[in-house]
């Protein structure tokens, strides 16, 4: 019961909150289960949850924080992944009781490929992270990679708090940016 009223906030205090600026669309992420279908996406998405239970040890991870129902899906964007993230309850620091992290991806072409067959391969980078926080009376807080790196909100969370979201934000794009340089 829990978890389908987590999931009927997202979908309807939400949906909002994953504006594409360039597009204006209403876009909706898709749930990292259902991004796992390789090992390397496996992976990054453990990875993810690794680098914000490694900040913040008593988050519970949800890789499926987005209910399966039509009205979802028709605003599905193929190009993230979503994790929700779990205080165990009201968090004072944070000044919220969940998290949605939003990992948008684009595929670039991988320039590493040597013969024309191997050309249409592309790689699959991370272009910006949002993350939002969540009480029971909906959304109190919002950051965004893309634009400025500063919180957004009724409520932000304490400086200290907001640091560790950033710090977990830098390590999504390291995994999921690997530096070619060794």
Not at 53 to 60: A, C
Not at 74 to 100: A, K, Q, T, W, Y
Not at 126 to 148: K, R
Not at 149 to 178: D, S, T, Y
Request: glycine share 6%.
């Amino acid at each position: 019961m829990r978890r389908q009223c987590f999931s009927h906030l997202l979908r309807h205090c939400l949906i909002f909150v994953s504006e594409n600026p360039l597009t204006s669309l209403v876009v909706v992420g898709v749930n990292a289960a259902e991004q796992a279908r390789s090992i390397e996406y496996a992976s990054k998405i453990a990875a993810t949850v690794g680098a914000f239970k490694g900040e913040l040890p008593d988050l519970r991870s949800d890789l499926k924080p987005w209910a399966n129902d039509p009205d979802t899906r028709e605003l599905v964007d193929p190009d993230s992944i979503d994790i929700g993230f779990h205080f165990p309850g009201f968090s004072r620091s944070f000044n919220c009781r969940s998290l949605l992290v939003q990992i948008r991806l684009h595929a670039v072409p991988d320039d590493t490929t040597q013969s024309a067959a191997d050309a249409v391969t592309s790689i699959v980078k991370a272009i910006g992270v949002d993350v939002v926080g969540f009480n029971h009376h909906g959304q109190q807080w919002h950051l965004s990679t893309i634009n400025n790196w500063q919180f957004e909100g009724v409520a932000p969370p304490q400086a200290g708090a907001g640091e560790k979201i950033k710090l977990c934000c830098r390590q999504i794009f390291q995994v999921f940016n690997p530096s070619t340089d060794s």
